[in-house]
């Protein structure tokens, strides 16, 4: 009996399998490759091992392929094999007895590589050299690769060895060093919608270019998953394949969606792009891949706003041109402005519990506050500027009217520290030792001593109230000359007792005490009292509390006692140290 096979019959082979290259001119986008191995197969320098790597579906497996059938070709070994020799088209059908493929992911172990270079040292069968394609070859162990070193290093004359990688990383350097490395890359969009075009056209597939165009796109350069996703569109839609089926079958979002989406936000219509995505969620569409698309929308309009240089974009005309047509209606700024919002939500989408809002969120911040149209920030730009012109004059109108008040207020406040009756001749302290400049602090200085002087040559009176109000200008002093000393100075309070300055320390604080009295200390502390005082100031340190000490109400009693004959007499002599020269009466 015999039996009937009809097409129905007949196994069904995938696209990218029937349409595979057979030859180096029908490899798409990897010129670097295809014209290095033609020439070294003219000249006669194929070397024993090769490394293919690169990205998924970039033409790694079937680049070894036609090397293999391009040194057995009957006709070769030549650049050009003919593909109708046997042994051409045992190779094409994966038939070859002297071409082996090995997946490394399922034969990753030392036995595979072992049983391996047993049988590597037989001739070939058919051809003149037996191909060993090994494909994902970083997943073999450590123990397989120093396997598979020891073939590299010595390697019959008849054997080539092909290792294909997606992660050459992880390929250990021993071997890296023993092979003709090659770097595939991605293919270019054109390129794949070149190759779409010819299988569409070879299978009577009547497809619009805008899903060419979005089927290219979403292959981010692997000419395989380009090629897979055409065959599934037929098997979903039939022999003619539409934008809108690309988006349905494949979840994609089309260009056209994502120009509108800009469109919305540059006219700021916060409302249009919220009934967009209300628009996508209800017909299935996968939110983080819109943003995703958005990204590379808005890295297009970039690169137009930026530099001009559209040719960097591997797009379509058509799409160059709207690109350039949006790109007017956006200043540098908001572009980038709106990369990292979106990069940001795709990010965050992925964790996101409701992905939806996140997308709502920044698509009104992009239409409100952060993307803006170049009109729009011109006189957002005009706006500051005549806000600040206002804004700064009014300062420095305002600052001299109340100059006076605040001046003789501020002066004031800062004396009752010291003294608040002497305040005329004290006021320039505080200033010093609010200024950067630490040099003018003991410049106002000098206004005390002529009043000390007269009493320098006998020795300073020191009592509890010159001790109190010196002691700041003492310790900046100090502060300029040495921090550390100026630092144990603040466990300390002045006072005095039988005209000596008396430094009481807290019990708590002995070891401050007894760095104070080293000689290189107290000689800086000395010194910066006689600064104040003249010569003659004696210092000397206790222990106890500071509040015992204290004799600034003992002055301060008998003075306001005996205040009303003489009352300024009585204080600069007794605060001061100043002497009656010449009385002047009254009225004179």
Known sequence: MWAIITPMDAPYISLYRKYRPQTFEELAGEEHVTR?????????????????????????TSTAKILAKAMNCDKGPTPEPDNTCDSCVEISAGNSVDVLEIDAASNRGIDEIRELRDKVHFAPTRGRYKVYIIDEVHMLTTEAFNALLKMLEEPPAHAIFVLATTEPHKVIPTILSRCQRFDFRRIGTSDIIRRLRH??????????EG???????????????????????????GKTVTMDDVSAALGLVPYEQL??????????????????????????????EFVH???????????IAGTGADDILDLPEEQITRLHNQADRFSLGAIEHAVALLSETYSDMRVSTDPRLALEVVAVKMTRTGVAAKADKETVKAEPKAAARPAAKPEPKAAPEPKP???????????????????????????????????????????????????????VEMNAAKAKR??????????????????????????????????LFNSRAAFHKGEVEKPENMKLV?????????????????????????????????????VPPHHVEKVMRDEWGAEMVDEIPHGE
């Open 211 to 237: 899903a060419l165009i979005l089927i290219a796109s979403h292959a981010q350069g692997s000419l395989r998953d380009a090629i897979s996703d055409i065959d599934q569109l037929v098997a979903y839609t």
């Open 470 to 503: 010196a002691w700041p200008v003492i310790t900046a002093y100090v502060k300029q000359k040495r921090v550390p000393t100026y630092s144990l100075l603040l466990e300390c309070e002045p006072t005095a007792r039988d005209g000596v300055m008396v430094l």
């Open 526 to 562: 000395v010194e910066a009292a006689e600064s104040v005082f003249g010569k003659g100031v004696k210092i000397v340190c206790e222990l106890g509390d500071h509040e015992g000490h204290d004799e600034m109400p003992e002055d301060a009693g008998p003075q306001r006692e005996e």
């Open 199 to 208: 299988i569409a056209s070879s299978e009577g597939i009547e497809i619009d």
């Open 405 to 459: 008040t605040p001046a003789a207020e501020s002066r004031p406040e800062a004396k009752p520290e010291p003294e608040p009756a002497p305040a005329p001749t004290a006021k320039p302290r505080p200033e010093p030792e609010t200024k950067p400049e630490p040099e003018t602090r003991p410049e106002p200085e000098p206004s005390l001593e002529p009043e000390i002087k007269p009493d320098t040559e006998r020795g």
């Open 259 to 288: 120009a509108e989406f800009a469109d919305l936000v540059a006219d700021r219509d916060a409302a249009g792009v919220l009934r967009m995505i209300d628009g996508l969620v209800d017909s299935g569409q996968d939110l983080r």
């Open 293 to 303: 698309g958005l990204l590379g929308h808005f890295r297009g309009l970039f690169i």
């Open 36 to 60: 290095t191995l033609a020439n070294a197969i003219k000249q006669g320098r194929v070397s024993h091992a090769y490394l293919f790597a690169g990205p998924r579906g970039t033409g790694k």
